[in-house]
């Protein structure tokens, strides 16, 4: 699969474990959110999933070439 990093979130003052702003992050203000590397923003599950999937595809089509 692909590798991410967890961070959790409080949802009571909606700060992240490192102390950042998880509505700054995350405008709709609820988890799960995946901020992938090019900063492109996912909070929907099908959203991360779709990605994942063509993550995975890529990385088959360079095993491949």
Not at 9 to 14: F, L, R
Not at 29 to 37: F, I
Not at 44 to 55: F, I
């Amino acid at each position: 699969g692909i590798g991410f990093t967890a961070e959790k979130v409080n949802p009571k003052d909606k700060t992240t474990a490192s102390g950042a702003d998880y509505n700054a992050i995350n405008p709709k203000g609820y988890v799960p959110a995946l901020v992938m590397d090019n900063g492109e923003l996912l909070t929907e599950v099908a959203k991360a999933r779709d990605s994942e999937l063509a993550g995975r595809a890529k990385s088959l089509l360079q095993q491949l070439a």
